[in-house]
């Protein structure tokens, strides 16, 4: 990545992505586009899900993202439920959608049953649907973004779906969302709507040559903020001519493909790390891609 400027678009583990860039010779160019923000007193809704996890014989609960984990288990604290939710998760199929639920349900002594290969809501139903759901009860903790697809499949199976998210995606990362990352470990960086701004006209001005996107919400919220401010059309058109696109997984592909953008990375292991070094290879193949030769400026710098 030597003489390369590489755009970060996540707030969570920012610095930690910067350090790999770094590692690999490139520099880094933090702009985070997207923090969360989650209700921490214990709303009626929360409270709602949480008594339905400990007083009903759920058969799976699935969990799609560990700051819903700490959320989750945050709340039930205040509704001096932790320790009822906890034993009550022993007792079903602990479904995570990743290693980052897992991970956040190791810390509270949750063993999780099974993690599907396919990260994804769509992961999740072929998973499932591969036993007879007919009659079973599943509870969904939800990430900040909500795809029906989940739902519908598995109703359409027989089973019976209690669903509930507990922290949104916010273009700012509000204190409540801080004190999850905070308790989580993560060294995170606050989003700027004005730093997002002055990112896109980096990139529009030919000073970015690639940018990562851990997350959907990182992918969206960047076109949102374009859009509000009218500078959504080149932003697409420097993105797909003159930067190198990169990805952490099929959620965030398709989100950016959804905007009419074209990705041109993305590893097969769904970690920054694995992320950065199939970059890394990307730039040391033998041609230049067609996309790098529409700019002849961006060419001289790659070369």
Same mark, same amino acid.
């Given at each position: 990545?030597?003489?390369?400027?590489?755009?970060?678009?996540?707030?969570?583990?920012?610095?930690?992505?910067?350090?790999?860039?770094?590692?690999?010779?490139?520099?880094?160019?933090?702009?985070?586009?997207?923090?969360?923000?989650?209700?921490?007193?214990?709303?009626?809704?929360?409270?709602?899900?949480?008594? #339905?996890?400990? &007083? %009903?014989?759920?058969?799976?609960? *699935?969990?799609?993202?560990?700051?819903? @984990?700490?959320? $989750?288990?945050? =709340?039930?604290?205040?509704?001096?439920?932790?320790?009822?939710?906890?034993?009550?998760?022993?007792?079903?199929?602990?479904?995570?959608?990743?290693?980052?639920?897992?991970?956040?349900?190791?810390?509270?002594?949750?063993?999780?049953?099974?993690?599907?290969?396919?990260?994804?809501?769509?992961?999740?139903?072929?998973?499932?649907?591969?036993?007879?759901?007919?009659?079973?009860?599943?509870?969904?903790?939800?990430?900040?973004?909500?795809?029906?697809?989940?739902?519908?499949?598995?109703?359409?199976?027989?089973?019976?779906?209690?669903?509930?998210?507990?922290?949104?995606?916010?273009?700012?990362?509000?204190?409540?969302?801080? #004190?999850?990352? &905070? %308790?989580?470990?993560?060294?995170? *960086?606050?989003?700027?709507?004005?730093? @997002?701004?002055? $990112?896109?006209? =980096?990139?529009?001005?030919?000073?970015?040559?690639?940018?990562?996107?851990?997350?959907?919400?990182?992918?969206?919220?960047?076109?949102?903020?374009?859009?509000?401010?009218?500078?959504?059309?080149?932003?697409?058109?420097?993105?797909?001519?003159?930067?190198?696109?990169?990805?952490?997984?099929?959620?965030?592909?398709?989100?950016?493909?959804?905007?009419?953008?074209?990705?041109?990375?993305?590893?097969?292991?769904?970690?920054?790390?694995?992320?950065?070094?199939?970059?890394?290879?990307?730039?040391?193949?033998?041609?230049?891609?067609?996309?790098?030769?529409?700019?002849?400026?961006?060419?001289?710098?790659?070369?």
């Amino acid at each position: 990545l030597e003489g390369l400027t590489v755009a970060i678009t996540a707030s969570r583990r920012a610095l930690e992505l910067a350090h790999l860039i770094d590692t690999f010779g490139g520099t880094p160019y933090i702009s985070p586009t997207v923090g969360i923000e989650t209700s921490m007193d214990a709303s009626k809704e929360a409270a709602d899900f949480i008594k #339905k996890l400990v &007083e %009903e014989k759920l058969d799976y609960v *699935v969990f799609m993202t560990g700051p819903g @984990v700490y959320s $989750l288990m945050s =709340a039930a604290k205040k509704l001096h439920l932790e320790s009822d939710l906890i034993e009550a998760l022993k007792q079903v199929i602990v479904v995570a959608r990743s290693l980052k639920p897992k991970i956040a349900l190791a810390h509270y002594g949750i063993n999780t049953d099974v993690v599907p290969d396919e990260n994804t809501a769509e992961g999740i139903v072929k998973l499932l649907k591969r036993s007879s759901i007919q009659g079973k009860k599943i509870g969904v903790l939800w990430h900040g973004s909500y795809f029906p697809v989940l739902k519908n499949e598995m109703s359409a199976a027989g089973a019976e779906v209690f669903e509930f998210s507990i922290y949104s995606y916010s273009l700012d990362l509000k204190e409540s969302g801080a #004190k999850i990352l &905070e %308790e989580m470990g993560f060294k995170y *960086v606050y989003p700027d709507q004005a730093k @997002v701004i002055k $990112l896109i006209e =980096a990139i529009n001005n030919g000073l970015v040559h690639a940018i990562t996107f851990t997350s959907p919400p990182s992918a969206r919220d960047l076109f949102k903020i374009a859009e509000d401010h009218k500078i959504k059309e080149p932003l697409l058109v420097s993105l797909n001519n003159n930067v190198i696109v990169v990805a952490i997984g099929p959620s965030t592909k398709k989100a950016l493909e959804e905007n009419a953008v074209q990705v041109d990375v993305m590893p097969q292991i769904y970690k920054m790390g694995p992320m950065v070094k199939e970059l890394v290879n990307y730039l040391g193949q033998s041609y230049i891609p067609k996309r790098m030769k529409k700019s002849s400026s961006h060419k001289r710098q790659l070369c």
